[in-house]
T-cell receptor, first 120, second 110 residues
């Protein structure tokens, strides 16, 4: 059974940093691209970042480019999102998801999310 | 303002058929597959339709998807109360080099 478990969320002041983790199990983690998607309170889904299966290719939404860094540790089956220079508008539930590139580039499994609140 | 355009709300009575539209452009829906996600209240999104019209294992055949040009649609037939949820379309965008989502459609079963 595929499981994705996010952690690392919390309250942080504007301008601060936070690192999110996503522990994966139930599939061969190193064979799949992974992604982060966020959802601000009461709002819709927004794609944030993705990393290829090899880790050599990364993509970012314009809203986080230069501030967020996605990475992975295949030895730990874990995906990360380093978030710097956080802003109030980054407040959201952050979901990690597994990418199935072959089926129309879809997100076939999602974690339950971790809440990030940026506020003074 | 989302790149993909969905109606904010839709509704129907039990047993009815409802459709939700998703409009994009040549750089996203026009050249890539559309995927649909269902988000039940208080839960994480779940893949509902992939590659325009394919259903993952376990998704009832009451749910179907289609695509034509730069638009896509999700149809739900035999509407049930448990279908009350938010529905999102999404696609890869060749210009943005990333995924784009619709703003979501809140489906109410009357």
């Amino acid at each position: 059974e595929v499981q994705l478990l996010e952690s690392g969320g919390g309250l942080v002041q504007p301008g601060g940093s936070l690192r999110l983790s996503c522990a994966a199990s139930g599939f061969t983690f190193s064979s799949y691209a992974m992604t982060w998607v966020r959802q601000a309170p009461g709002k819709g889904l927004e794609w944030v970042s993705a990393i290829s299966d090899s880790g050599s290719n990364t993509h970012y939404a314009d809203s986080v480019k230069g501030r967020f860094t996605i990475s992975r540790d295949d030895s730990k089956n874990t995906l990360y999102l380093q978030m710097n220079s956080l802003r109030a508008e980054d407040t959201a539930v952050y979901y990690c998801a597994k990418v199935y590139w072959g089926g129309g580039r879809n997100f076939d499994y999602w974690g339950q999310g971790t809440l990030v609140t940026v506020s003074s | 303002q989302s790149v993909l355009t969905q109606p904010p709300s839709a509704s129907g009575t039990p047993g009815q058929r409802v459709t939700i539209s998703c409009s994009g452009s040549s750089s996203n829906i026009g050249s890539n597959a559309v995927n649909w996600y269902q988000q039940l209240p208080g839960t994480a999104p779940k893949l509902l339709i992939y590659n325009n019209n394919q259903r993952p294992s376990g998704v009832p055949d009451r749910f179907s998807g289609s695509k034509s040009g730069t638009s896509a649609s999700l149809a739900i037939s035999g509407l049930q109360s448990e279908d009350e949820a938010d529905y999102y379309c999404a696609a890869w965008d060749d210009s943005l080099k990333g995924w784009v989502f619709g703003g979501g459609t809140k489906l109410t079963v009357l």
